[in-house]
């Protein structure tokens, strides 16, 4: 069988969701993919719900436009507040998201039946994660837990700094001295894998982190099998396209911190979603 060779379109509010498309390549290294990073609006985290699902149907469209056969939401926000949105605005193009990938992992690693999440304001306002996590194991206790400024020192490459170090321990320090702390921390941003070892060191190596960009590759994995849309031709060299909404030169230098290669600027193109 031939396969289908149309690439995947994966979108975040910026740069954090090149964490899931790193995951994504790695895992299918025969597909496509197009990947947009809407830098001139971020971050989604802080905004409405009404507002973050505007957002993400003017994004999607554009990567309609460009033939995707998959929409990835590497965004946890949009996830959690504009996944069904999608899924109805888009069909019969399936749309996957990070949440429910991510509270499946958790909920496989919890061994005490606590779990923290470490999200946005905007994730943790809309309590998608607890809900997800709640529906596999009812009886489970979740903690969520707002790491605004998380976005803004992985954007920064902070990864290893004081300033980092300092709000780990703002954040996470009071709910891991307790007695009854959770066992698993589950990265409810793409942002955070960024600053995994910082937050590794703080809660020590018996908590259990989960990586929600992992999971959601295996998803996209298993939703490409179930559907036969898998490009089989796997002797073509893999292809990505970068479309960003401001500041092409910013989204290639920071970028690279979260694919873990270089991304050359002219590489990336401008694109005003207001024109698509």
């Given at each position: 069988m031939p396969g289908d060779p149309r690439p995947i379109g994966v979108f975040d509010s910026g740069m954090g969701g090149l964490t899931v498309l790193r995951a994504l390549a790695a895992r299918l290294p025969q597909e496509r993919f197009v990947y947009l990073g809407d830098t001139a609006r971020l971050p989604y985290g802080t905004k409405s719900a009404e507002t973050v699902r505007a957002y993400a149907l003017q994004a999607t469209h554009l990567l309609l436009s460009e033939g995707v056969k998959?929409?990835?939401?590497?965004?946890?926000?949009?996830?959690?507040?504009?996944?069904?949105?999608?899924?109805?605005?888009?069909?019969?193009?399936?749309?996957?998201?990070?949440?429910?990938?991510?509270?499946?992992?958790?909920?496989?690693?919890?061994?005490?039946?606590?779990?923290?999440?470490?999200?946005?304001?905007?994730?943790?306002?809309?309590?998608?994660?607890?809900?997800?996590?709640?529906?596999?194991?009812?009886?489970?206790?979740?903690?969520?837990?707002?790491?605004?400024?998380?976005?803004?020192?992985?954007?920064?490459?902070?990864?290893?700094?004081?300033?980092?170090?300092?709000?780990?321990?703002?954040?996470?320090?009071?709910?891991?001295?307790?007695?009854?702390?959770?066992?698993?921390?589950?990265?409810?941003?793409?942002?955070?894998?960024?600053?995994?070892?910082?937050?590794?060191?703080?809660?020590?190596?018996?908590?259990?982190?989960?990586?929600?960009?992992?999971?959601?590759?295996g998803a996209v994995a298993d939703a490409l099998a179930e559907r036969n849309l898998h490009a089989r031709d796997a002797s073509e060299a893999q292809s990505i396209r970068f479309f960003a909404t401001d500041s092409p030169e910013r989204f290639a230098r920071i970028g690279a911190i979260f694919l873990g290669h270089p991304i050359d600027e002219d590489d990336v193109t401008l694109v005003d979603l207001k024109m698509v």
């Open positions: 998959m929409v990835v939401i590497a965004c946890n926000t949009a996830s959690s507040v504009a996944l069904e949105a999608l899924r109805d605005a888009l069909s019969p193009v399936p749309v996957i998201g990070v949440i429910e990938p991510g509270a499946r992992a958790g909920v496989g690693a919890t061994r005490n039946k606590r779990i923290a999440v470490l999200a946005t304001e905007g994730t943790v306002r809309g309590g998608a994660y607890a809900n997800a996590i709640r529906r596999l194991m009812c009886d489970a206790v979740v903690i969520q837990q707002p790491c605004q400024v998380f976005v803004a020192l992985a954007e920064e490459g902070w990864a290893e700094t004081r300033a980092t170090a300092a709000a780990v321990e703002d954040y996470l320090g009071p709910l891991f001295a307790r007695p009854d702390a959770p066992d698993t921390v589950v990265l409810g941003c793409t942002h955070f894998p960024v600053l995994a070892a910082a937050i590794q060191r703080h809660v020590g190596d018996a908590i259990t982190l989960v990586d929600s960009a992992e999971t959601t590759a």
